[in-house]
């Protein structure tokens, strides 16, 4: 039974909150699995609730009758009368708590399906997500759903809290089966810090205090996790990012541009860059109500004066000329479609954000997630809870980062214009369709995206089969040539269509010129990389053979194609190996000085870190084997009559950029 008198932990409460610092998070998971309860005791056994909250709490208990006899803290968070009578949560609760180590903003999210955007507006501001799963029930769709979503939103650290361990008589064996099935999703996933707490957020167990009856488990109680999580270093100080919200200009010996630093850090005499203008400058200073500062990094509201009087207004974006934004009239992006009324191309609406706002269309919607198995899938529209990437094009150039790299100038809003409904919110994406690169001014004046009229869907359905691209990399002399040949005739007798393309063929044409330094593979990767994305745009498969010694080259060449459409098959060889067999010359010719930058000699050869196909070529190769090894994974029909529709890649999962 819940005790009902004062905490006694209150008088921690009385520590100054300007030392301690602060972390958001947010509850997500399935209805029923408890997450406005376990906020509710959290706060409880954190000494949280004052008596009066308490009696109220209990009052409210008894009269709903949630709980049996006993205190319901999920009646804490839900607010909402409709909440606390359908024992549902239907908007998203903030509660504001602190401990002796830190301060706290809880954002209580909807678990249904229906409020999926109510899901994704609590979590697009918080530093930590805590997934629930019920331990009856294991790890269901909505928890995907809802882990894909943070994975999304950027939310790098996840506590997969699983609660109602008193329901399973506190298992060990449960708890880790729940465990492993879940790190069998999330490796799909953008996480990097994913910690596992069972509890019972009814009984208090692992929730502020550390339970007895698990004593199995010995990484201390959520509350705990909570307070020793390190989010510092998730603020990015790298790049200097200033949106100017402010002219400010009391009199005539006084201009300076006021508002908050969304990211980086800036001191004064610094040279800096206007965008979209291109005008540069120096900060003479910066103020502040608390007086002129040396130096201002993220989150700090500020004015800054320049040495000269350049032209700026509100919506500018200020940073460094070394490190800028991407200034564009197009943008990728993937939406969270939060309306009613479903997606409209070309239709004008404002985008928001926090550089400004600026009119623009939606012109082409490039796929939809099923967000309950990650898969890609072809869509006409986005409706209401909807997630997709989209093209986007804005009537006047914008200044942005990829959300991946910066959530402050990463996300945006849709706007409805005549409404002013919320339409959708918004990550922007790295890779841009017009291989804008945000240099100035110049930039405004590339070439448009032309979109064709032929769907991809028709090509697929003429060719028979779904576009991708197979791509082969390894040291040179490691077999992809001979592979790469061995594979085009393989799946051309299956029926698919498409070419083989070389990065030696590349060097009699688009490549030629270029040499053999990594920058000059690196280009050569890159050239092939646009040639693979307009075949498999033409509904056909590109067999990409290229030494592509950089990992992050290689995941350029992803990025240009498509992650969803490259099977990355790394050919894997010693370069003693590979200098025996080789017949160009060009190892012995490295190895004398005659070609620097040559991968194995003086070179390091980066191996792939995720290729989806590794195969060792070592020894003498067998090159039907080794195509045989390729094309394994994919699906084929009867080889007298193959099925050519099923000529496409066996990826279980598409992974989100």
Same mark, same amino acid.
């Not at 607010?79 to 903030?94: F, K, M, R, S």
């Not at 032929?454 to 576009?467: I, K």
């Given at each position: 039974?819940?005790?009902?008198?004062?905490?006694?932990?209150?008088?921690?409460?009385?520590?100054?909150?300007?030392?301690?610092?602060?972390?958001?998070?947010?509850?997500?998971?399935?209805?029923?699995?408890?997450?406005?309860?376990?906020?509710?005791?959290?706060?409880?056994?954190?000494?949280?609730?004052?008596?009066?909250?308490?009696?109220?709490?209990?009052?409210?208990?008894?009269?709903?009758?949630?709980?049996?006899?006993?205190?319901?803290?999920?009646?804490?968070?839900?607010?909402?009368?409709?909440?606390?009578?359908?024992?549902?949560?239907?908007?998203?609760?903030?509660?504001?708590?602190?401990?002796?180590?830190?301060?706290?903003?809880?954002?209580?999210?909807?678990?249904?399906?229906?409020?999926?955007?109510?899901?994704?507006?609590?979590?697009?501001?918080?530093?930590?997500?805590?997934?629930?799963?019920?331990?009856?029930?294991?790890?269901?769709?909505?928890?995907?759903?809802?882990?894909?979503?943070?994975?999304?939103?950027?939310?790098?650290?996840?506590?997969?809290?699983?609660?109602?361990?008193?329901?399973?008589?506190?298992?060990?064996?449960?708890?880790?089966?729940?465990?492993?099935?879940?790190?069998?999703?999330?490796?799909?996933?953008?996480?990097?810090?994913?910690?596992?707490?069972?509890?019972?957020?009814?009984?208090?167990?692992?929730?502020?205090?550390?339970?007895?009856?698990?004593?199995?488990?010995?990484?201390?109680?959520?509350?705990?996790?909570?307070?020793?999580?390190?989010?510092?270093?998730?603020?990015?100080?790298?790049?200097?990012?200033?949106?100017?919200?402010?002219?400010?200009?009391?009199?005539?010996?006084?201009?300076?541009?006021?508002?908050?630093?969304?990211?980086?850090?800036?001191?004064?005499?610094?040279?800096?860059?206007?965008?979209?203008?291109?005008?540069?400058?120096?900060?003479?200073?910066?103020?502040?109500?608390?007086?002129?500062?040396?130096?201002?990094?993220?989150?700090?509201?500020?004015?800054?004066?320049?040495?000269?009087?350049?032209?700026?207004?509100?919506?500018?974006?200020?940073?460094?000329?070394?490190?800028?934004?991407?200034?564009?009239?197009?943008?990728?992006?993937?939406?969270?479609?939060?309306?009613?009324?479903?997606?409209?191309?070309?239709?004008?609406?404002?985008?928001?954000?926090?550089?400004?706002?600026?009119?623009?269309?939606?012109?082409?919607?490039?796929?939809?997630?099923?967000?309950?198995?990650?898969?890609?899938?072809?869509?006409?529209?986005?409706?209401?809870?909807?997630?997709? /990437?989209?093209? &986007? !094009?804005?009537?006047?150039?914008?200044?942005?980062?990829?959300?991946?790299? $910066?959530?402050?100038? +990463? @996300?945006?809003?849709?706007?409805?214009?005549?409404?002013?409904?919320?339409?959708?919110?918004?990550?922007?994406?790295?890779?841009?369709?017009?291989?804008?690169?945000?240099?100035?001014?110049?930039?405004?004046?590339?070439?448009?995206?032309?979109?064709?009229?032929?769907?991809?869907?028709?090509?697929?359905?003429?060719?028979?089969?779904?576009?991708?691209?197979?791509?082969?990399?390894?040291?040179?002399?490691?077999?992809?040539?001979?592979?790469?040949?061995?594979?085009?005739?393989?799946?051309?007798?299956?029926?698919?269509?498409?070419?083989?393309?070389?990065?030696?063929?590349? /060097?009699?044409? &688009? !490549?030629?010129?270029?040499?053999?330094?990594?920058?000059?593979?690196?280009? $050569?990767?890159?050239? +092939? @990389?646009?040639?693979?994305?307009?075949?498999?745009?033409?509904?056909?498969?590109?067999?990409?053979?290229?030494?592509?010694?950089?990992?992050?080259?290689?995941?350029?060449?992803?990025?240009?194609?498509?992650?969803?459409?490259?099977?990355?098959?790394?050919?894997?060889?010693?370069?003693?190996?590979?200098?025996?067999?080789?017949?160009?010359?060009?190892?012995?010719?490295?190895?004398?000085?005659?070609?620097?930058?040559?991968?194995?000699?003086?070179?390091?050869?980066?191996?792939?870190?995720?290729?989806?196909?590794?195969?060792?070529?070592?020894?003498?190769?067998?090159?039907?084997?080794?195509?045989?090894?390729?094309?394994?994974?994919?699906?084929?029909?009867?080889?007298?009559?193959?099925?050519?529709?099923?000529?496409?890649?066996?990826?279980?999962?598409?992974?989100?950029?």
């Amino acid at each position: 039974m819940t005790s009902l008198t004062t905490p006694a932990t209150r008088q921690d409460l009385t520590v100054k909150p300007c030392e301690k610092d602060l972390l958001r998070f947010i509850t997500c998971g399935s209805v029923d699995d408890g997450k406005s309860t376990l906020i509710g005791r959290l706060m409880l056994d954190a000494g949280a609730v004052y008596s009066d909250q308490l009696v109220a709490l209990q009052s409210e208990s008894r009269k709903h009758g949630t709980n049996g006899g006993e205190i319901d803290t999920a009646l804490l968070l839900d607010g909402l009368e409709d909440e606390q009578q359908q024992g549902i949560t239907i908007d998203v609760a903030y509660r504001y708590f602190a401990t002796q180590k830190r301060k706290f903003i809880i954002a209580d999210t909807p678990g249904h399906e229906q409020f999926t955007r109510n899901m994704a507006t609590g979590a697009s501001n918080a530093d930590l997500a805590i997934l629930l799963v019920d331990a009856t029930k294991g790890v269901l769709t909505q928890t995907k759903r809802h882990a894909f979503i943070v994975s999304l939103l950027g939310i790098k650290h996840v506590i997969l809290a699983v609660n109602k361990m008193d329901l399973v008589d506190y298992d060990e064996a449960a708890f880790e089966s729940i465990c492993q099935d879940f790190k069998r999703f999330a490796a799909k996933l953008e996480i990097t810090d994913l910690r596992l707490v069972p509890l019972s957020a009814r009984h208090g167990d692992n929730v502020a205090e550390p339970s007895a009856k698990m004593l199995w488990y010995a990484d201390g109680s959520l509350l705990h996790q909570l307070e020793s999580v390190y989010v510092g270093s998730d603020q990015n100080l790298r790049d200097f990012r200033f949106p100017v919200q402010w002219v400010n200009r009391p009199d005539e010996t006084f201009r300076g541009f006021s508002g908050t630093i969304a990211s980086g850090v800036i001191r004064a005499g610094e040279e800096i860059v206007v965008l979209p203008s291109g005008k540069r400058s120096r900060v003479r200073s910066i103020v502040t109500m608390d007086g002129p500062l040396e130096e201002a990094a993220s989150s700090k509201s500020c004015t800054l004066t320049l040495e000269d009087e350049i032209d700026v207004t509100r919506g500018d974006m200020i940073c460094r000329p070394g490190n800028r934004p991407h200034v564009s009239r197009h943008a990728e992006a993937m939406l969270v479609w939060m309306s009613e009324q479903t997606l409209k191309f070309d239709r004008p609406v404002w985008f928001k954000n926090s550089a400004g706002r600026a009119v623009g269309e939606v012109e082409s919607l490039r796929y939809e997630v099923d967000v309950n198995s990650l898969h890609r899938k072809q869509s006409q529209t986005l409706g209401l809870n909807s997630i997709g /990437r989209c093209a &986007l !094009s804005f009537h006047e150039p914008i200044a942005y980062d990829a959300y991946a790299r $910066n959530r402050e100038t +990463g @996300a945006f809003i849709l706007v409805d214009r005549i409404t002013h409904e919320t339409l959708a919110a918004g990550m922007f994406l790295e890779h841009d369709v017009s291989g804008e690169s945000g240099e100035g001014l110049a930039d405004f004046q590339r070439a448009r995206v032309i979109q064709s009229h032929v769907a991809l869907e028709r090509r697929s359905q003429r060719h028979g089969h779904e576009p991708f691209t197979v791509l082969l990399t390894g040291l040179p002399a490691s077999g992809k040539t001979t592979v790469a040949k061995q594979l085009e005739q393989r799946l051309f007798e299956l029926g698919a269509i498409g070419v083989l393309v070389d990065g030696e063929s590349m /060097r009699q044409g &688009l !490549s030629k010129g270029l040499g053999f330094s990594i920058e000059e593979r690196s280009e $050569n990767l890159l050239r +092939g @990389a646009e040639v693979a994305r307009l075949l498999n745009d033409a509904g056909q498969f590109c067999i990409a053979s290229f030494c592509a010694p950089e990992e992050a080259t290689r995941q350029k060449f992803l990025e240009i194609v498509g992650r969803h459409r490259v099977f990355h098959v790394h050919l894997d060889a010693s370069v003693a190996a590979c200098r025996a067999r080789d017949t160009t010359g060009r190892y012995a010719a490295a190895e004398n000085g005659q070609i620097k930058g040559f991968p194995g000699v003086d070179f390091h050869y980066q191996s792939p870190l995720s290729a989806d196909l590794t195969i060792d070529t070592q020894e003498q190769i067998d090159v039907n084997e080794l195509a045989g090894c390729v094309i394994a994974p994919f699906h084929r029909g009867d080889a007298a009559s193959p099925d050519r529709s099923k000529v496409v890649p066996d990826r279980d999962a598409i992974i989100p950029e």
